[in-house]
């Protein structure tokens, strides 16, 4: 069975420095993986997708997260961190041929002046 | 913003009452899911149709059932709430056939609380 772990509930930076959400999948075959972000009281809307084209994937708000095979990762970044980042992360990994998603718990990114 | 909404958006209810929640949406797709998110839990997949009238159960599918009668609308009820599933309730919809993998769009939510 997939699953997906999201290390660190809630992951602190300063305004301008780098984000690093961390996920980590298992799975049978490579997968289909995906970021989501919510804000809140809203629903999820998705950050980016990694669907076997480029490891490295560029999302929306100028995030990007690689595809690392051999550390079973994908991990997402930023360079630098906004206030209008803060939000919750949720990393889903989708095993290819199936029509569902395992969502990880979520990590929550609070970002200070 | 694709084309999901949910009813209510906010519900208040009795343990032991019925309940029903909406999910419709205009983009036509093929799958429907619903979840329950909860703090510390993530997402967690309730049931998820993948067509009108078929079904299928998911991570934590009991005390709730749902029914799809047609493309636009899947129905969610708890036949007697619990005060355990008071919860944010998120319906999503996809179609992996068009897009060849399962990219899930979201609805904006139901706040449910049962006392």
């Known amino acids: 069975a997939q699953s997906v772990t999201q290390l660190g509930s809630h992951v602190s930076v300063s305004e301008g420095a780098l984000v690093l959400l961390r996920c980590n999948y298992s799975?049978?075959?490579?997968?289909?993986l995906f970021w989501y972000v919510q804000y809140p009281n809203q629903g999820l809307q998705l950050l980016l997708k990694y669907t076997s084209a480029a490891t490295l994937v560029k999302g929306i708000n100028g995030f990007e997260a690689e595809f690392k095979k051999s550390e079973t990762s994908f991990h997402l970044t930023k360079p630098s961190a906004h206030m209008s980042d803060a939000a919750e992360y949720f990393c889903?990994?989708?095993?290819?041929?199936?029509?569902?998603?395992?969502f990880g718990k979520g990590t929550m990114l609070l970002v200070s002046p | 913003d694709a084309g999901i909404t949910q009813s209510p958006r906010h519900k208040v209810t009795e343990t032991g009452t019925p309940v029903t929640l909406r999910c419709h949406q205009t983009?036509?797709?093929?799958?429907m899911y619903w979840y329950r998110q909860d703090p510390g839990h993530g997402l967690r997949l309730i049931h998820y149709?993948?067509?009108?009238?078929?079904?299928d159960k998911g991570e934590v599918s009991d005390g709730y059932s749902v029914s799809r009668s047609k493309t636009e609308d899947f129905l969610l009820t708890l036949e007697s709430a619990t005060s355990s599933q008071t919860s944010v309730y998120f319906c999503?919809?996809?179609?992996?056939?068009?897009?060849?993998?399962?990219?899930?769009?979201f609805g904006p939510g139901t706040r449910l609380t049962v006392l």
């Open positions: 799975s049978s075959v490579p997968p289909y």
């Open positions: 149709s993948y067509g009108v009238k078929d079904t």
């Open positions: 889903a990994v989708s095993d290819r041929g199936y029509s569902t998603l395992t």
């Open positions: 983009e036509n797709h093929r799958y």
């Open positions: 999503a919809i996809s179609d992996p056939g068009l897009a060849g993998f399962n990219e899930q769009f």
